[in-house]
């Protein structure tokens, strides 16, 4: 069995903010963000918008471009590190909204790799028959994770979710890579909002657990990692599968940097535009970036049956893998 993918959706908020805007409260300015890292403007969600709601807009518009109802759906998987809910999970939350009432559903976390990582899981189920067919959804609100007078981490990244339904077919699967270096893990930290260990410090202490409980990154540790690992995940895949990179017609890259797509192109000795990029609009969103940039290329009409295109992505953790997709 393998797994089709059979409709995509995504959703960014309205509210638009472009570097300029960023250059207004911390020392930074348009130009260095856009040839450091190829972003121009990020979505932020304001209002009502959540890691849920977003969820459920992006899961809606998968299902709506697949053709299906709700009640299809047996997994519901979303990939998140940023939601406005602990318990319930945010999958359980999107099940209710939207009435996917015979799905499982649970949430998983892993940053950048969680789409990745929600996608080889979709498969391994597919695969041996326990489900059949899967929303996988990615969604992040960062800005609420984001320490906004740090100009190193606040310029990347910005909100919004993607979502793919995935069948399985007849067909044989294509084995997805994955690893997890842990012991690296401290280039890119959040803390838990509820440390509760750090509640009872002396005074002082809540500035401190402020700064803790936003995303703090070693950008250039993160950055030479990705161009390692990368390339060596995505050669990884296609030996597994017995491919070769003249087979695949796009690389979807976890949007995380102009400059590390187009390293990991040089490395791969591939052309640029077998790179699709998006990152200008949405700059970082995590673990929606893959699932957003499908979506995008999926209503543009730029992928067409039995192409293979090659999905990578990479973050805290560090996590990185990488999974083939026939179109
Ligand atoms: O999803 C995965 C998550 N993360 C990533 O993929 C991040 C990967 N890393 C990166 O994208 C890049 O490392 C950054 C964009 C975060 C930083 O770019 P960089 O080219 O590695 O810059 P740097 O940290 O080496 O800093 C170079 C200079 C420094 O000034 P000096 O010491 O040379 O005078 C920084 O202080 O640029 C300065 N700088 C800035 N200047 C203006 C750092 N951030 C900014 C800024 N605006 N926003």
Known sequence: MKGKICGTGAYVPANRMDNDQI??????????????TGVWARHIASGSETTVSMACMAGRRALEDAGITAAEID????????????????????QKELGAEHATCFDLSAA???????????????????YHTALLIGSEC???????????????????????VLRG????????????????????????????????????????????????????AVFRFALKRVPEVIAEVLEKNHLHKEDITFYILHQANRRIVEAV??????????????????????????????DELNRSGTLHRGDKLVMAGFGAGLTWGAAVVEW
């Open 142 to 164: 960062l800005s609420n994770l984001m320490d906004w007078r740090d100009r190193g981490t606040c310029i990347l990244f910005g909100d919004g979710a993607g979502a793919v």
């Open 23 to 36: 250059a207004a409260f911390v020392d930074t300015n348009d130009e260095w963000i856009k040839e450091r």
């Open 112 to 130: 950048c790799t969680g789409f990745l990582l929600a996608y080889s899981t979709a498969l391994a189920y597919l695969n041996c028959g326990v």
């Open 169 to 220: 077919t007849e067909g044989e699967m294509a084995l997805p890579a994955a690893h997890s270096e842990g012991a690296k893990g401290d280039a890119l930290v959040c803390k838990s909002r509820h440390d509760w260990s750090n509640l009872h410090d002396e005074s002082g202490a809540q500035a401190m657990q402020d700064k803790e409980h936003r995303i703090g990154m070693d950008g250039q």
């Open 75 to 94: 997994l519901l998987i979303v990939s998140t590190t940023s939601s406005n809910l602990i318990l319930p999970c945010t999958a359980c939350e999107v």
């Open 265 to 294: 192109a040089k490395r791969l000795e591939e052309p640029i535009e077998k790179f699709p990029m998006n990152m200008q609009e949405y700059g970082n969103t995590s673990s929606a970036s893959i699932p957003i940039l499908l």
